[in-house]
């Protein structure tokens, strides 16, 4: 742990934990490919009481985007409505028929949500040694979101570290290390296995719901993976990465001269696929609860066409 | 059949296969009560090969929307892209860490969708007997579609009816009976049950991709389910229905004086979930290949505060 | 002045000082018409220097607005750009011709802009008693601001209140009398005149900008039109009237039962045209240079069909 | 007119009438600076009639744009509408005051618009011999629009092509040539001057309305400016150019190797602003009414932070 981390531990990191070419070239799901369909299977079998649970963030005008890299909350409008209809807006409509439509306006990014395999790139080069001129103002050529329509469903765990270390929440700047997370497992009656979902719970969106203020959520300091995860995620065979916070990774990042370190080594190159912003509370109720910390998970991306991520509803079935 | 079939046959009929009360004065769920957690883990039962199958439409430009009714399709703009970071402006983040970022203006009704209970009504009223003035410009206070996160998890049962008539798609205008529903079921050897999501699948879609047209999808003649299958939605506790189709029933409707009766009928007052312009050929195809018609779905609604409707990617698990 | 001001008041001013009815049962310019061609000529006639000054506040996402009444403040995104070039994305194109293209989402009262005649109403009617089921969800479909779209020209005043006080602004909850408006005018050389567009600073938006926040300016205490100017508006036929402020009037309001009173009756009732948001610091510079407070006054708005309001850039030409 | 022209000589007559560092390294305004407050005073004293036209077409869903260059037509939507009064959601607001608000989502260059000098380039500059690297998703950091807040005001000129050659309107395919520009203005007695802004009618618009189609409008054959105009724009120290057309110039191009070589010459190089979608018919019908083809012009754009371009409402005050 003497070992000095930077912006070269990265690259050296990204290219030991590469699974560039794995799947061939035109591989454009990265680590999901560890879903077999065997796994899948294997994930239907979990279920012991028919609970489903939302691991989302309500998306409003409430949510915690405070205009960091520009990002904004969700814009809810109507089209029509029953006010149209008291109005007589509608009246053209025979048999009596009324209804309402709406719209939203959100960055993809702005909730909880997928970060596709063209979210983050460095030296010029994205996921599967893709060149960054794929992604472009028309959307993302190669790696965008909509080629993972068909998931992400599988086996997912939750690593509920709080509560592992009984506190209500782990402090802004506490790095989660891979033993943690093997401890956190064990306790929990679990072993992570190639293709799982793996959902890590810090409790700083409870601590900002608790308080009632996104304060510093948005790019601020916070608990999260280490950089050590790296690793980890790779031998593991992780298939998806999630976490309630709005980064995944420990903030300040343990290495000062590279921002989000663990971005570009296990979703770069490792092919990780990232998930930020889980409201995981009700799932890790729902876990205390009967003990069972492993579940049938399904997440499906909108299929935006080259879109760089997603807003999802991901739900845990029990 | 003899019978006229008139905006008075609706209203007859809506209080007649009606579940208003009957999960409880607070109830917005609806027919999705059908899927109880029993029903859950019935449906996880299914899968036997572990293929995931999205049935969403892609979400672009090229979508089926045309205006009507004042809808668009997605318009997906970059807020960070690759350009970007070959142009110099993301070199302030350190450690060489570049990204991309992106955003989704959509009316929530344009493509592969629910409709919440909040989207259809009559007489001033929606399903439950909530008033319509719930339904505001600053969204539905209830029957919104963020009610329904936990879910739609449950058994999935596609009715290919064109593949049983032997034909490629249904014609315009051709309304589909519950007899053909349940000869369909029955050919393909699942019964409808309690709490199904029952996936129709009329082949327009198909037929809009084959030629490479969208002409008349939205609010034009199409084929569909015909106002006789209120009774059966509701006898049969159906808990969601969905079509490969604008507007899940026949148009020109079989109510020459009322619009989209079975909306009327079903949505408001049985609390049936709808869903429609589903991309079933990807599943169809599946299902045609290994004789298997019923399989676990999950569709969850992207919880948007008051909304009353969401854009969906629904899984079909087989 | 001991005379109680309430809700009651405000619909017997609001009789008294309508103007419906007095341009003919179709208008829809209310005021305006006081600007007739005449007034056009003499107002061309004002300029000395030649110098052009724009009263708008930059339109991005550093404006006012925190959310207050479900706005926000203008989101801008690139459609192409040149990031896109330089990855080849405009390749295509022949003769290396490359372009930058961009796009806006904003609420039409976010900004400097003009309210329309059917921004605001009470008893079920807007300006000239149309019925207020005329504004939906599809727009507005009389009052609205294209109607105006051969305008606003005119002759603008400046009435600088701070600097008539000798303060650099007015505190938050100081009323402007018809008196003080008077005075300033005098004090100024000029006198208001038939179709005049009165701008009147209060120094709020300088001592924001000054203080770099926006808080309270959207909604909060403010200074501005006392309830007592809706005769003064009336009676000197003012076309238009403006401010620096968020919401033109003082707020609290002078009616604790009442919000906004003078909206209620000089924009619903008179049919002034209420501009709001305005930046007026680098017109008051030039003007206490020149001592001239009477310009060549343009503002068009954006004609937008159905919309109750529309961003500005308001000149001024001295 | 035996020349060959092709990208090269886009490239050589960039250079020729090239205004880059005229008026010093800083320089935003480009052609706008031949504007002097003295054009500006004798612009204002042009007026005869006291009219204000305006020279937009309404921004709405029934605009031109059909998707080339991901160009849709405004969108506007409700924030707060005269139903929602009726559904009492407004009931919280104290006195009776009711109200509607707004918002629009629209690329700044679906209808009639400025082009800002940051709207075209190539060999990776702008004018002004800035880069490209400048234009990226957070806007354009130099030649943006906001720039020329300040304006546009000056003298207008309306050169009314088809009206001088007696037919209703160009061809498609019709270049304007320097001469036809110059024989029109003299049949209206009047003489380009330095800082003009000259409005070039070619009917293209008027058929479009005519024929209730858009079909080809964007994009698609135009009559137009013909390159030769460069050299004419550059020597008459034309300020601005305006044609009720998608692009100003004659499609086809003159240069079967360089796309739109007029907007490469004469905006980047030469730094003239381009306006487009102008909407010239009741001008053009004044101006033929009392034979004064000259008039105060006033066209402010929204001085939206680092955008590319504008809507806007052109008023000519004749």
């Known amino acids: 742990m003497s070992e000095r981390l930077d912006a070269e531990t990265v690259r050296v990191w990204g290219e030991r934990y590469s699974n560039w070419g794995r799947w061939g070239p035109d591989d454009e799901l990265g680590a999901l490919n560890f879903i077999t369909p065997g796994r899948v299977l294997a994930a239907c079998a979990l279920p012991r009481t028919g609970q489903v649970i939302s691991c ?144 890590v719970r810090t409790g700083m969106l409870t601590r900002c719901l608790r308080e009632k203020s996104w304060a510093g959520y948005c790019g601020g300091h916070a608990p999260g993976l280490s950089i050590h995860c790296a690793r980890w995620l790779y031998e593991r065979e992780v298939a998806a990465v999630c976490t309630d916070t709005w980064g995944l990774e420990v903030l300040p990042n343990e290495t000062p001269d590279c921002f989000q370190p663990l971005h570009m080594i296990s979703l770069r190159n490792t092919g990780v696929l990232f998930g930020e912003i889980f409201q995981l509370d009700d799932l890790a109720a729902a876990c205390r609860a009967d003990g069972n910390y492993a579940f049938l998970f399904a997440a499906p991306p909108l299929p935006i066409t080259g879109a760089v991520g997603s807003p999802i509803n991901p739900l845990a079935i029990k």
């Open 56 to 199: 989302a963030l309500p998306f409003d005008r409430r949510g915690p985007q405070s205009g960091f890299a520009g990002r904004h909350n969700p814009i809810h409008t109507m089209l029509a409505d029953g006010g149209d209809a008291l109005a007589g807006a509608q009246d053209g409509i025979p048999g009596g028929f009324r209804y309402a439509d709406d719209a939203v306006s959100m960055p993809l990014q702005c909730g909880t949500q997928w970060d596709s395999l063209a979210h983050v790139f460095y030296d010029g080069l994205m996921y599967g040694g893709r060149d960054i001129k794929l992604v472009t103002s028309s959307g993302a050529r190669a790696n965008s979101i909509d080629k993972m329509k068909n998931g992400v469903v599988g086996r997912g765990v939750l690593l509920d570290v709080p509560d592992h270390r009984r506190v209500e929440w782990l402090e802004n700047g506490t790095p989660i290390l891979p033993d943690e997370l093997d401890a956190c497992a064990e306790a929990c009656g679990v072993a992570i296995e190639s293709g799982d979902i793996v959902l």
